[in-house]
């Protein structure tokens, strides 16, 4: 049995090695290759999910890696409950894209290297969450983002895809930086890298400081424990694209909607928060640390939900609402309630991929137009993607019944019953849960609802995609539903100590109302604006212009971040390059060449081509040699 | 009994005439001319140290000398027709051609 489950990640990655290497000949047949072994990887996951839930745990290691010193590390594969929860989803979405990838990327010159892409991601992204030790988290974590950024480059050509891919890359740089300064500091602290080890000595540790202020000749003494984890946590914001590297997540959108569906929503960006959840003895351990992931995941949730707002892409309003949602995550784990948060993604994982390839349904239809101000009138005319992308819209919204109510109401009640700061970030997770129902429903009605304003060329033919597309939305629209009822918090709950206790009483019972009325009022309020007063938007936009605007730019962030990084950094590459590159570097090689032109030009003189001068040289030098030979 | 030395001196200022005749004449025959005087002040001094030695090889060896010297005066001889038939002359400040 145990020996079966190394197959989960080794499935996908032959899937890759097959495609990578023989894709040029395999071609339109790609996905007979990728398809079935995901497959075979989803059913060998839900036998590793049902093992857990008897009770067995296991872990085992494949190969001693690499031995130096106190380091020793392994490849290994833990499965236990939380493992088991992600190897289910990541499984499940990555099957369902890849058949989705069959309908959308039909005829695409990329198309095998598209397939053998993802599989690799799905072979990754398995790693990371079987992973044993920290460094082997930290490969796959670099792995997952460069497939990521290999997928968001995929249309290479556009000059666009490159700047988003590029960009997505360079700002996880930063939060990657954080991660293996933490990874070193966790070897220094603990001598191993394994977290069973690194778990049992939390104790001992505790009282170790660090002094951070040392290089600068200050003195602030902080736990080691506390650096560690906000060094850890800086990975997991680049990775779950939380304030304030979160610029680079809507930009990724550029590529093609499965991969915003399976990497950007329901997979890879959750890597931080179950980074956190995987690591929570760890910042169990570490009141301050926790207290900043909270109030980050916090402040990520509203800012994600206030730009969705106003965003007219239709892919862009999804990817700020995942931002939002990913905050909510981030913001429970910080609160200690890691079985909500594990919840809220494994139900997000279901209903955002479902969102997004409604979008992607929506997108092909339309031959890749994606403004929402030139769609409407699409609910009679694509009738499966209408409602599947209705039921994903109400698990966002938090409709009662559905997948993302339970989670979501999980985690508010989690984050009210944990203290004042907790009760501080509830509320504003409830307004959240308002605009989050607000701007969902305003995407459907002015996506499906309304009058048309689709382009008149295509208008005609719009119909509804093949049923390799369809089929994925109506599953994922199940799970959607289904997710809320297969009890994955008891199942989660055992694994962390201080998360999953309710606040029971009548706190709890307030928030879940409330938190039902948020979505319900959102959504009619969406109703209210966008389908009985359709000029109202255009009025609110008018009186409040100021907020408007700060919404629609996304808060300036991304210019801020021109103005004080990227342009003083493209300003001193400039000048470095005219006065250090072209001066110093060039002027150095330009002129030893130089140097040896002119030598050589004095030196081939010599050269006359008459053979007596020649001759005149050898009886010169050999006279000189005698003389040699007979004075010493 | 001649002298060894006398040999040797002998030797000596024939190859210097070669040489200086390689060195400073433009006619290229002289030049090939002086080439086989320096041949000879070689073979002079491998006879005059054979008898002085009684060792038998430097006599042995002359007669090589002379048959290279003899096929080399032929091959010699041939470059040079070649070279008189392509630039209609034999001043060997003619034949530069290969230089830079």
Same mark, same amino acid.
């Given at each position: 049995?145990?020996?079966?489950?190394?197959?989960?990640?080794?499935?996908p990655?032959?899937?890759?090695?097959?495609?990578?290497?023989?894709?040029?000949?395999?071609?339109?047949?790609?996905?007979?290759?990728?398809?079935?072994?995901?497959?075979?990887?989803?059913?060998?996951?839900?036998?590793?999910?049902?093992?857990?839930?008897?009770?067995?745990?296991?872990?085992?290691?494949?190969?001693?890696?690499?031995?130096?010193?106190?380091?020793?590390?392994?490849?290994?594969?833990?499965i236990?409950?939380?493992?088991?929860v992600?190897?289910?989803?990541?499984?499940?979405?990555?099957?369902?894209?890849?058949?989705?990838?069959?309908?959308?990327?039909?005829g695409?010159?990329?198309?095998?290297?598209?397939?053998?892409?993802?599989?690799?991601?799905?072979?990754?992204?398995?790693?990371?969450?079987?992973?044993?030790?920290?460094?082997?988290?930290?490969?796959?974590?670099?792995?997952?983002?460069?497939?990521?950024?290999?997928?968001?480059?995929?249309?290479?050509?556009?000059?666009?895809?490159?700047?988003?891919?590029?960009?997505?890359?360079?700002?996880?740089?930063?939060?990657?930086?954080g991660?293996?300064?933490?990874?070193?500091?966790?070897?220094?602290?603990?001598?191993s890298?394994?977290?069973?080890t690194?778990?049992?000595?939390?104790?001992?540790?505790?009282?170790?400081?660090?002094?951070?202020?040392?290089?600068?000749?200050?003195?602030?003494?902080?736990?080691?424990?506390?650096?560690?984890?906000l060094?850890?946590? /800086?990975?997991?914001?680049?990775?779950?694209a939380?304030?304030?590297?979160?610029?680079?997540?809507?930009?990724?959108?550029?590529?093609?909607?499965?991969?915003?569906?399976?990497?950007?929503?329901?997979?890879?960006?959750?890597?931080?928060?179950f980074?956190?959840?995987?690591?929570?003895?760890?910042?169990?351990?570490?009141?301050?640390?926790?207290?900043?992931?909270?109030?980050?995941?916090?402040?990520?949730?509203?800012?994600?939900?206030?730009?969705?707002?106003?965003?007219?892409?239709?892919?862009?309003?999804?990817?700020?609402?995942?931002?939002?949602?990913?905050?909510?995550?981030?913001?429970?784990?910080?609160?200690?309630?890691?079985?909500?948060?594990?919840?809220?993604? /494994?139900?997000?994982?279901?209903?955002?991929?479902?969102?997004?390839?409604?979008?992607?349904?929506?997108?092909?239809?339309?031959?890749?137009?994606?403004?929402?101000?030139?769609?409407?009138?699409?609910?009679?005319?694509?009738?499966i993607?209408?409602w599947?992308?209705?039921?994903?819209s109400?698990?966002?919204?938090?409709?009662?019944?559905?997948?993302?109510?339970?989670?979501?109401?999980?985690?508010?009640?989690?984050?009210?019953?944990?203290?004042?700061?907790?009760?501080?970030?509830?509320?504003?997770?409830?307004?959240?849960?308002?605009?989050t129902?607000?701007?969902?429903?305003?995407l459907?009605?002015?996506?499906?609802?309304?009058?048309?304003?689709?382009d008149?060329?295509?208008?005609?033919?719009?119909?509804?995609?093949?049923?390799?597309?369809?089929?994925?939305?109506?599953?994922?629209?199940?799970?959607?539903?289904a997710?809320?009822?297969l009890?994955?918090?008891?199942?989660?709950s055992?694994?962390?100590e201080r998360?999953?206790?309710r606040?029971?009483?009548?706190?709890?019972?307030?928030?879940?109302?409330?938190?039902?009325?948020?979505?319900?009022?959102?959504?009619?309020?969406?109703?209210?604006?966008?389908v009985l007063?359709?000029?109202?938007?255009?009025?609110?936009?008018?009186?409040?212009?100021?907020?408007?605007?700060?919404?629609?730019?996304?808060?300036?962030?991304?210019?801020?971040?021109?103005?004080?990084?990227?342009?003083?950094?493209?300003?001193?590459?400039?000048?470095?390059?005219?006065?250090?590159?072209?001066?110093?570097?060039?002027?150095?090689?330009?002129?030893?060449?130089?140097?040896?032109?002119?030598?050589?030009?004095f030196?081939?003189?010599?050269?006359?081509?008459?053979?007596?001068?020649?001759?005149?040289?050898?009886?010169?030098?050999?006279?000189?040699?005698?003389?040699?030979?007979?004075?010493? | 009994?001649?002298p060894?030395?006398?040999?040797?001196?002998?030797?000596?200022?024939?190859?210097?005439?070669?040489?200086?005749?390689?060195?400073?004449?433009?006619?290229?025959?002289?030049?090939?001319?002086?080439?086989?005087?320096?041949?000879?002040?070689?073979?002079?001094?491998?006879?005059?140290?054979?008898?002085?030695?009684?060792?038998?090889?430097?006599?042995?060896?002359?007669?090589?000398?002379?048959?290279?010297a003899?096929a080399?005066?032929?091959v010699?001889?041939?470059?040079?027709?070649?070279?008189?038939?392509?630039?209609?002359?034999?001043?060997?400040?003619?034949?530069?051609?290969?230089?830079?």
């Amino acid at each position: 049995m145990v020996m079966m489950y190394e197959l989960i990640p080794v499935l996908p990655l032959a899937a890759f090695l097959i495609l990578g290497i023989f894709g040029h000949w395999i071609k339109a047949k790609a996905h007979l290759v990728a398809v079935p072994a995901v497959i075979l990887s989803w059913c060998i996951s839900i036998l590793a999910f049902v093992d857990v839930a008897d009770g067995h745990h296991s872990t085992f290691r494949l190969y001693t890696w690499l031995t130096s010193g106190m380091l020793e590390v392994h490849i290994g594969l833990t499965i236990d409950r939380l493992t088991a929860v992600m190897l289910l989803l990541v499984t499940t979405v990555s099957a369902l894209v890849h058949v989705y990838t069959i309908g959308y990327m039909k005829g695409e010159p990329g198309y095998a290297r598209f397939f053998s892409y993802i599989a690799l991601f799905t072979f990754s992204m398995l790693m990371l969450v079987l992973a044993d030790n920290f460094l082997q988290l930290f490969v796959f974590w670099e792995a997952v983002g460069l497939c990521s950024y290999l997928l968001i480059g995929h249309w290479y050509e556009r000059p666009s895809a490159c700047a988003a891919a590029t960009k997505a890359f360079i700002v996880n740089r930063v939060g990657d930086f954080g991660f293996i300064l933490g990874l070193l500091l966790v070897f220094t602290t603990f001598d191993s890298l394994d977290y069973a080890t690194v778990f049992a000595n939390i104790e001992r540790e505790a009282a170790k400081t660090i002094n951070v202020l040392d290089p600068l000749g200050g003195s602030l003494d902080v736990s080691a424990l506390t650096v560690i984890c906000l060094l850890l946590f /800086l990975g997991a914001v680049g990775k779950s694209a939380q304030v304030p590297l979160h610029v680079w997540l809507p930009d990724a959108m550029e590529g093609p909607t499965p991969i915003s569906a399976l990497i950007h929503a329901a997979t890879m960006v959750t890597a931080g928060v179950f980074m956190v959840a995987r690591l929570a003895p760890l910042y169990n351990a570490s009141p301050a640390a926790m207290s900043v992931v909270a109030v980050v995941g916090a402040v990520t949730m509203v800012l994600g939900a206030t730009i969705a707002l106003t965003q007219t892409d239709i892919k862009r309003v999804v990817a700020y609402s995942t931002m939002s949602q990913l905050g909510y995550m981030i913001m429970a784990c910080g609160l200690g309630a890691y079985t909500a948060g594990m919840y809220h993604l /494994l139900t997000h994982g279901a209903f955002k991929a479902l969102l997004f390839l409604g979008c992607g349904s929506v997108i092909i239809a339309l031959h890749h137009e994606q403004d929402m101000r030139r769609m409407g009138g699409l609910k009679d005319r694509l009738p499966i993607t209408y409602w599947t992308f209705v039921v994903g819209s109400l698990a966002l919204a938090g409709f009662p019944l559905t997948a993302g109510f339970f989670s979501k109401d999980e985690l508010l009640v989690s984050a009210w019953g944990s203290g004042p700061l907790g009760q501080v970030l509830a509320v504003f997770g409830l307004l959240t849960a308002l605009l989050t129902a607000f701007y969902s429903f305003r995407l459907v009605f002015v996506t499906f609802w309304g009058p048309s304003h689709v382009d008149s060329h295509h208008a005609a033919h719009v119909h509804e995609p093949s049923p390799t597309m369809t089929v994925p939305l109506i599953i994922l629209a199940v799970l959607s539903i289904a997710a809320g009822y297969l009890g994955i918090p008891e199942f989660l709950s055992p694994m962390f100590e201080r998360g999953g206790e309710r606040a029971h009483g009548g706190g709890a019972t307030v928030v879940m109302l409330v938190a039902s009325a948020m979505g319900l009022l959102g959504i009619a309020g969406a109703y209210y604006a966008y389908v009985l007063n359709p000029d109202l938007p255009d009025r609110l936009a008018q009186r409040w212009r100021t907020a408007y605007e700060w919404s629609l730019h996304k808060w300036y962030v991304d210019e801020a971040y021109d103005r004080s990084i990227v342009r003083p950094t493209f300003a001193a590459a400039s000048e470095l390059w005219k006065r250090v590159d072209v001066a110093v570097i060039d002027g150095a090689v330009n002129g030893v060449a130089r140097a040896i032109a002119w030598g050589a030009w004095f030196l081939r003189l010599l050269q006359s081509g008459q053979t007596q001068h020649y001759a005149l040289g050898m009886a010169l030098g050999a006279v000189v040699i005698l003389t040699l030979l007979m004075v010493i | 009994m001649i002298p060894l030395s006398y040999y040797v001196t002998l030797s000596a200022v024939v190859f210097f005439t070669g040489l200086v005749g390689v060195l400073i004449r433009r006619n290229i025959i002289i030049i090939l001319l002086s080439v086989e005087l320096m041949l000879n002040a070689t073979n002079i001094n491998f006879v005059a140290f054979s008898q002085s030695l009684h060792n038998i090889a430097g006599q042995v060896f002359v007669f090589f000398a002379l048959t290279v010297a003899a096929a080399e005066v032929a091959v010699g001889l041939a470059i040079i027709i070649a070279l008189h038939r392509a630039k209609n002359t034999i001043n060997v400040d003619e034949f530069q051609l290969l230089k830079w």
